[in-house]
């Protein structure tokens, strides 16, 4: 564990997911590849484009509505439907087929083990602090068996604007009934987490998975109070 900054005194620890507790590459990427199956067989039209062009596709939605980009299962489930009338479909068949797709996303987006030394230091740290879950993602903590250990969980699109936007961190503060200055906020990501945090007043501490140094990333715009490389070394706040 690397100190940047004396900590103020810790009374609540507000959790990222995706990334933090779990390695979510895996993930995704069946995910992607569980629908790409699913609609090969269900909807052969989805083909007649390159995944390529349903990635830029996605992008230009992006571009042109950027709010989308706040509520991932929003701009995923636009991404099929407009795609869909783009390449044949009439919007009825658009919207049954992308309503369909989004359960088979649904399902996939939580197939998946919680790492063993996550749920052990998250029950640690709930008996000493309340917690609460703060993510872009659309992952379901109930699925992944993760519930039990927060107070509270805030999803971007669904509770306000995504990290690093103040709307999680603010809601997350008047869950816990505290200063924003006695709340930790753990994370991987330096924009969205580390820099998040420090604008909403919260301490930060940045968990470091790739292990290269802080000077060395370009998103290392403010300072964590905290720098960790695995979600174990939380225990030395016990």
């Given at each position: ?78 991404q099929l439907r407009r795609g869909l009338t783009q390449v044949g479909y009439s919007l009825e068949q658009a919207l049954q087929a992308a309503n369909d797709a989004m359960e088979v996303v649904s399902y996939w987006r939580s197939q998946f083990d919680v790492p063993k030394s996550s749920h052990d230091v ?117």
């Amino acid at each position: 564990m690397r100190v940047y900054r004396r900590l103020q005194t810790i009374k609540a620890i507000t959790f990222d997911l995706d990334d933090t507790l779990y390695d979510n590459r895996p993930v995704i990427a069946r995910l992607e590849s569980e629908l790409t199956q699913w609609m090969t067989e269900h909807h052969p039209i989805f083909i007649s484009r390159p995944l390529s062009w349903w990635k830029a596709f996605k992008q230009e939605l992006a571009a042109k509505e950027p709010t989308l980009t706040h509520n991932v299962s929003l701009w995923r489930y636009e991404q099929l439907r407009r795609g869909l009338t783009q390449v044949g479909y009439s919007l009825e068949q658009a919207l049954q087929a992308a309503n369909d797709a989004m359960e088979v996303v649904s399902y996939w987006r939580s197939q998946f083990d919680v790492p063993k030394s996550s749920h052990d230091v998250l029950k640690e740290l709930s008996e000493k602090y309340p917690l609460v879950a703060i993510t872009n993602g659309n992952v379901n903590v109930d699925t992944i068996g993760l519930s039990g250990y927060f107070q509270a969980v805030f999803k971007s699109g669904f509770d306000g604007l995504a990290k690093p936007f103040p709307d999680l961190f603010a809601k997350a503060q008047k869950k816990l009934n505290l200063q924003s200055k006695h709340i930790l906020h753990v994370g991987d990501a330096l924009y969205s987490d580390v820099e998040g945090a420090k604008r909403a007043g919260f301490q930060a501490c940045w968990i470091n998975l790739t292990g290269t140094s802080l000077i060395h990333q370009p998103k290392a715009t403010l300072l964590p109070d905290l720098e960790i490389e695995d979600i174990s070394e939380l225990r030395s706040l016990l």
